[in-house]
């Protein structure tokens, strides 16, 4: 065997040894014998061509990934420099709208690494290896601490391949080393700092890490081997690359949107997201997998267990920070998250979901904000909406710990879920608003779509939770004279109404209900409905029918902030026999939670009710009487009980109204150019009797610079409001903006503007990519001071 050339000796690359000060010496990974057998070289097996491990320890003081610059003495081969990335690049990972100072790729894909060499590189007689680390304790074994050989595949899947200039090819700007450097489709995500290792026979060099160097990692839905992949290039457009979107809220009758700014590009929002899963500790070697990923996200938007993103307020009461509804995106909130390191005050369900949708798209994750209607929470686990009244038929709201949500917004994230048997891939949901517990924390999901539909509840994480949101049957119970409670109605397709979306490409509201339950009443919905109840806490309750030969609707006609309300109940006899029936009337306020205010408007009445005819009754109410009980995302719930008195036949409605209000009408002024003030006019007319008191006007948009929250101050009884706005386009193209505003006597109004920025003339796009050339470079001073709530390594 001739002898073993030392350029080749896996040993020289591992670099282990990398460790804190005073940490033991590890031993470098035992090679591959046959991959360098192949080569001609040693094996490196018996250390006989190895140098002792004094060689390969770090200096007092190096930390893993930042290490100081080293003496070049003659005949080193000292890189002059490296250039990360490329414009074309940033293009084909799909990261070019990222305004972050670094290279953005996705996993599975190649980027280009160009070393700056002092002369033309010998591959006879010079070595090289690319080293890239993650995390403040880099572990070969763990996928942390990366080192690829030139043209060989690193242990962690890691390539780096010299590319081809042609025969006597001299590349522009002197000599260099063209790599095509790729990260398998399994990569943990994150920060990689990113430097090199060369050998000649003088000895070896190892180029210092610099943070204009660093490689940002992002899951990859474009690759067919990531674990997120998604087929259609429309669908990745919109849950991927969409920066804006549409939130749906209000009652299955009456559904409402509101423009929402996700921002998942905007400078910081990245930092802010990487952020979040060091703030949670999450280790760097789990962070390849998607469905833990995700998990953990959803844990860290609200800020229960862990002081996360945001603190939940279903109170009324927001004078310690802002209004839910005054939010118009999640760029703002995730800023100061990562500036302040506290939890941002205060969200509620679909602010929970729009930062939840900027989190997981900006990692990579394909995500949609999805909102149920007649959401239930199911308290107890009986996959069972309860509802209790007494002898005469009024709600006892003391027992109704189940309550049912006007709307609840979540988010679906796209994935494969190799933790679960075959069939459960595609859309999973994740909720991060703090509802119940899951495992001890307060997060929910992943869980798999199919496995809601199905009624498989037995499957994880939190499938028994979700099912009840979307498909549990509504059971009314009644006090009888002894005390006990019986089981008098049951609305088996009252729950999980018109599940909604934006819809891929058309910008329009899909409805996605088939994707989460069978058609209501079809064998099918009902064997979902009785696998999941035979896994809850009790078994499955059946009751009265919920026919009979009076039947009760419920309706409004238009239920305008500040103007009179119609109500009505049309009772109809569908029988050959005339009845009579008592009904009982109560009008309430009800948080979209479906946490109801004691009744101010109560009635009774009893009709006689010919065969084949109906009857109807009707309540009437102004806003002098409804208004003091209304507040911020408040609505009215009537509800409407009662019974035949010669059949015993009970019946039982209710109906939830939500007073609509005029959106903000935004208009842009003059041109909008990159880097330069453009002028937006913003116009209300408050439709109350009274002044609005307090108000504040919110403006955020991807790619644009808004002014930081205003006071309106006091807007008057009927009173047109004009305010104008200066904003700055920092990036061209479509851009679109998105304004709230908030006050204490009427609910959310919002309004967005859509509008093209032109380029910069004077050149600059306003994105801030990687530079074209590296920076020279500096020693470093004192190391940076940690970010607190510091990261767990590995």
């Not at 988010?411 to 703090?434: H, S």
């Not at 006609?557 to 050959?576: D, F, K, M, S």
Request: charged residues 20%; hydrophobic residues 35%; neutral net charge.
């Amino acid at each position: 065997m001739p002898d073993a050339d030392p350029r080749l000796d896996p040993g020289r690359w591992a670099a282990a040894s990398f460790r804190p000060r005073g940490a033991p010496s590890a031993p470098a990974p035992r090679p591959r014998r046959g991959f360098w057998r192949r080569l001609g070289g040693c094996c490196g097996c018996c250390g006989c061509c190895r140098r002792g491990n004094e060689d390969w320890e770090p200096p007092p003081g190096e930390v893993p990934g930042r290490r100081p610059p080293q003496p070049i003495r003659p005949g080193l081969l000292a890189p002059r420099g490296l250039v990360v990335g490329s414009a074309a690049n940033r293009a084909a990972h799909h990261t070019a709208e990222f305004a972050c100072p670094h290279l953005v790729v996705r996993r599975g894909q190649p980027f280009d690494l160009r070393v700056l060499l002092p002369r033309p590189f010998d591959p006879e007689d010079d070595s090289l290896c690319v080293e890239l680390t993650l995390g403040p304790n880099p572990q070969v074994a763990k996928g942390t601490h990366v080192l690829i050989p030139l043209g060989e595949a690193s242990a962690t899947g890691w390539t780096a391949e010299e590319e081809d200039l042609g025969e006597g090819a001299e590349p522009p700007g002197g000599p260099a080393l063209r790599l095509r450097v790729t990260a398998p489709p399994d990569a943990p995500i994150g920060r990689y700092r990113l430097s090199v290792k060369t050998r000649t026979s003088t000895g070896e060099y190892a180029a210092p890490f610099e943070d204009a160097n660093d490689v940002i990692v992002l899951f990859n839905p474009w690759c067919p081997d990531d674990n997120v992949y998604m087929e259609k290039t429309s669908d990745l457009n919109e849950y991927v690359l969409n920066e804006t979107g549409r939130i749906f809220y209000g009652t299955e009758d009456q559904i409402a949107e509101r423009s929402w700014n996700y921002g998942q590009f905007d400078a910081g929002v990245l930092e802010a997201c990487l952020y979040i899963l060091d703030r949670r500790g999450m280790p760097h070697s789990a962070r390849g997998d998607p469905v833990m990923v995700s998990r953990v996200v959803s844990a860290m938007v609200n800020s229960l267990d862990d002081n996360g993103v945001l603190v939940g307020n279903w109170t009324g009461d927001y004078a310690q920070g802002t209004n839910p509804s005054a939010w118009a995106g999640s760029v703002d909130i995730l800023r100061a998250y990562h500036r302040g390191g506290a939890p941002v005050r205060f969200g509620q369900c679909w602010v929970f979901a729009g930062v939840m949708t900027t989190v997981l798209r900006c990692l990579g994750l394909p995500t949609r904000t999805v909102t149920n209607y007649n959401s239930a929470h199911d308290t107890d686990v009986s996959l069972t909406t309860d509802i209790y009244f007494d002898e005469n038929m009024r709600p006892m709201e003391r027992l109704n710990t189940d309550s049912v949500w006007n709307f609840h917004v979540w988010n679906d994230c796209w994935m494969k879920r190799p933790d679960l048997p075959d069939g459960y891939d595609g859309w999973q949901v994740v909720d991060a608003t703090p509802q119940e517990t899951s495992s001890g924390l307060f997060c929910c999901g992943p869980c798999s779509v199919t496995a809601v539909k199905n009624g498989e509840v037995f499957l994880k994480y939190d499938t028994p939770f979700v099912f009840a949101e979307v498909n549990s049957d509504k059971v009314y119970w009644q006090r009888q004279p002894n005390g006990a409670f019986s089981v008098v109605h049951v609305e088996e397709g009252a729950i999980g109404r018109r599940i909604s979306t934006l819809g891929a490409g058309s910008g329009a509201r899909i409805d996605i209900t088939h994707q989460y339950k069978h058609p209501e009443g079809s064998e099918e919905e009902r064997r979902a409905v009785s696998t999941a109840t035979s896994h809850g806490s009790r078994p499955r309750t059946r009751g009265t029918p919920s026919t009979g030969e009076v039947t009760v609707t419920v309706g409004a006609g238009p239920a305008v902030a500040g103007a009179e309300l119609e109500l009505r109940v049309v009772a109809r006899n569908q029988g050959a026999e005339p009845r009579t029936l008592r009904l009982r009337l109560a009008l309430a306020p009800i948080r979209y939670t479906g946490v109801a205010g004691p009744p101010f408007r109560q009635e009774q009445h009893r009709r006689a009710v010919p065969p084949g005819q109906e009857e109807t009754v009707t309540m009437t109410v102004g806003y002098a009487e409804y208004g003091p009980h209304v507040g911020d995302q408040d609505a009215l719930k009537l509800s409407v009980a009662g019974a035949v008195e010669e059949t015993g036949q009970v019946v039982a409605k209710e109906l939830r109204v939500r007073l609509q209000a005029p959106d903000l009408t935004l208009t842009l002024l003059a041109p909008a150019v990159v880097g330069q003030e453009v002028p937006v006019q913003v116009v209300f007319q408050n439709p109350l009797p009274r002044a609005l008191t307090g108000a504040v006007l919110r403006m955020e948009g991807a790619g644009l610079s808004c002014p930081q929250a205003v006071t309106v101050g006091t807007v008057e009884a009927g009173q047109t409001l004009r305010l104008r706005q200066p904003v700055v386009p920092l990036r061209p193209g479509r851009r679109r903006l998105v304004a709230a505003m908030e006050s204490a006597q009427l609910g959310p109004v919002h309004g967005t503007l859509q509008f093209d920025a032109a380029p910069d003339p004077t050149g600059s796009t306003g994105n801030a990519g990687s530079a074209a050339e590296p920076p020279p470079r500096t020693r470093r001073g004192r190391r940076r001071r940690a970010r607190p709530a510091g990261t767990t390594g590995g």
